[in-house]
Every structure is written in C-alpha cells, then in structure tokens.
C-alpha cells in the first residue's frame, strides 16, 4: 500500500493549491470563483499565519489538501479552527491510500494541538453520502446540516470558471 503522508504546506506550494482550487470551484463551486480572494485566503496559511494548510504530494503535483484558518464565530470572541475546503483531485479518489481520511485526521490533530474546536462540514451535491459516512467516523455525529436554496453545487457555468 502506497504512504500516503500530509504534509504542511509552504509558499511553494501556492501554484499547485490554486490548481486544486479551480478544480474545486468547478466540481462543487456554488458561485463564480475569485482567484484574488482564494489566493488571500491561502497565503497566510503558507505561512501559518492565522491558518494552514495540509497537502498531499509535491508542489507541482498536489493530489489534495486541506485548509484551515482561525476564527471567531460572529457572536463570540472565542476561537476555533474552521475549516475552509478538504479536497482530493479526481484522480487519487479512488486510489489506495486514504487522502480523504488522511487530510481529516491532519485536521483533527492540528485542532488538538493547537488546543481549539474544529469546525468540518460537507457543502456538496454529490456524493454526500459517503463523504458523510467518512465525516461520522472521524468525528460522531453530525451537528447540524446544510441546505440550499435555488442553486446546487457544481453548478457555476463553464465561462465563468475559465474567467
């Protein structure tokens, strides 16, 4: 079996997190992406700065990540690590090796170490199920759930992404 390892991601990795990025927007992106905000959001974890980010594979070849950043809720000053995307390319999904469940447990475990809650969810169309089952593994049971209203995931047009 291959070892699969997540490693903490570094500016060098910007480019190949960008690549991910757009794939995300287009597989499960609800609105049009904006490459400058992406980029702002990414960067202070490069340097762990208020957030990092965990990937698997080379900088020039990430075969998925996750990102994390420090937050506070809008009604408390307490902190806790949000979770901004996990995210596996297409072509290492079914690979052996457990990239999804591995960025999870890199989640969890930067949530114990830097002694915060972690808060991980599923904004997605398609196969919730099973993403849900990995999700319920990992942390129990869910605490809530998401919905949609006049749009679905995945559903920004091809134009807009490209632009």
């Known amino acids: 079996m291959e070892d699969v390892k997540v490693r903490t991601a570094t500016p060098e990795d910007e480019e190949g997190i960008m690549h991910l990025a757009r794939l995300v927007n287009k597989e499960n ?3 049009k ?9 990414v960067r202070p974890s490069l ?3 208020g957030g990092i980010c965990g990937v698997i594979g080379e900088p020039d070849h990430i075969q998925g990540l996750v990102l994390l950043r420090v937050s506070e809720y809008w009604y ?5 690590l949000e979770e901004m995307c996990v995210y596996v390319h297409p072509d290492y999904r079914a690979a052996k090796g457990g990239r999804a469940r591995k960025l999870v447990e890199f989640a969890k475990k930067v949530s114990e170490e830097l002694e915060l809650p972690l808060m991980i969810g599923i904004l997605s169309n398609s196969r919730t199920d ?27 047009p091809e134009q807009e992404i490209l632009n």
């Not at 992406?33 to 959001?41: A, I, S, Y």
């Not at 408390?76 to 806790?80: G, I, R, V």
């Open 29 to 31: 992106g609800v609105f």
């Open 33 to 41: 992406m904006n490459e400058d905000k992406v980029r702002n959001m």
């Open 47 to 49: 340097f762990q700065k």
């Open 76 to 80: 408390s000053d307490a902190m806790f």
């Open 130 to 156: 099973a993403k849900t089952r990995l999700y319920e593994r990992q942390f129990g049971a869910p605490a809530g759930a998401f919905f949609l209203y006049g749009i679905k995931t995945g559903t920004v």
